[in-house]
């Protein structure tokens, strides 16, 4: 048997991401960035990040900004609801192996310190 069951996965993602985006600068943001020096997200009480002057730079800012707590907290949630999901669908589901997916994704991007 696994350590971790397909609805363990799904719960770390969404705390991990819950967190992640409690803790940050509350949203939207937006990318406020003039070309020449870089590109900048900003909440609406302070410039964030900067990215460099390139086409790259302002995707990656774009990208930044699009991606803020909010989005965090709503992956959060869908995540959450797959968790539940998990344990009384019929296998293979494909809601939840979409989900298993992105929370696998999510935690390889963001190891856990420990």
Excluded: C, K
Aim: hydrophobic content about 40%; proline content about 7%.
């Amino acid at each position: 048997m696994p350590d971790h069951t397909p609805a363990d996965e799904l719960r770390a993602a969404a705390d991990r991401l819950r967190n992640l985006a409690t803790a940050a600068t509350p949203g939207p943001w937006t990318q406020t960035g003039i070309g020449d020096y870089g590109w900048t997200v900003s909440s609406s009480t302070s410039a964030l990040v900067d990215t460099v002057d390139s086409e790259e730079g302002r995707a990656d800012a774009d990208y930044i900004a699009t991606m803020h707590p909010g989005v965090g907290l709503a992956l959060a949630d869908w995540l959450d609801t797959a968790a539940a999901n998990a344990a009384v669908l019929t296998w293979p589901n494909e809601f939840v192996e979409r989900a298993l997916v992105t929370a696998r994704q999510f935690l390889r991007s963001r190891p856990d310190p420990s």
